[in-house]
């Protein structure tokens, strides 16, 4: 994470995110997560408050240390029991079947090799532990997958090296989920090209 990542983007992240339609969706989003939880590309927090009261202690793992002050006076605010690591999503040093629910949100565009990272995600998880999600990505509007892919290098560029373009469905299909149910959408009050999103939850399969 280079010097423009750590103080600027961290630093003018909740200026742009920390709003109510975003709010709403990740409160909804995290209604049903439970028990011990990994979040990956934590950020600020802002998920944080919308967690409900019976997730037990949250591991988040995100290499922006930038973000920290903020992350850790949210901590401090809703009181729950959160375990940092300022590593890297795409090599997690957590036995298999650690978790009993993951959670990624609007953080899968930005790592690099998030074939691995979502790899990792489904090896920790315990079976039948989920994955929630919320990302933004490719849109099926032609028109506005064309505007994604000519906005991508001065997105990758100035926020934190997001790409406009995940295919998320296809991401998620190559690790052995059992069930995948996602929803898409707008998001409201954001460009077409930035809010193409995709809100669902992956179960890792129980073979016990
Ligand atoms: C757009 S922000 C989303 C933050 C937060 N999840 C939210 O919903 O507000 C993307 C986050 O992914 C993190 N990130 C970037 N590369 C990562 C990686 N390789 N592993 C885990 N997180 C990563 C960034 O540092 C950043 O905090």
Redesign the pocket.
Known sequence: MGFYDQQIFARF?DCV?DRPHWAEHRKRQLADVAGDVLE?????G??LPHYPPNVGRITT????TG?NKRLRRRIDQTGIDVDIHAI???SLPFDDATFDCAVS???LC???NVKR?VAELHRVLRPGGRMFFLEHGLSPDTKVAKWQRRLNGIQRLFA???TLTLDVPALLATQPFDDVTIDNFYMAKTPRTHGYMYEGVARKADTS
Do not use: F, K, Q, R
């Not at 990956?40 to 600020?44: D, K, Q, R, S």
């Not at 793992?61 to 922006?64: A, I």
């Open positions: 992240y995110m990956i590309g934590v950020g600020t802002l998920n793992v995100d290499p922006n973000m890297s999503g795409e949100t609007i953080t930005s790592i690099p990272a934190g090296g997001c």
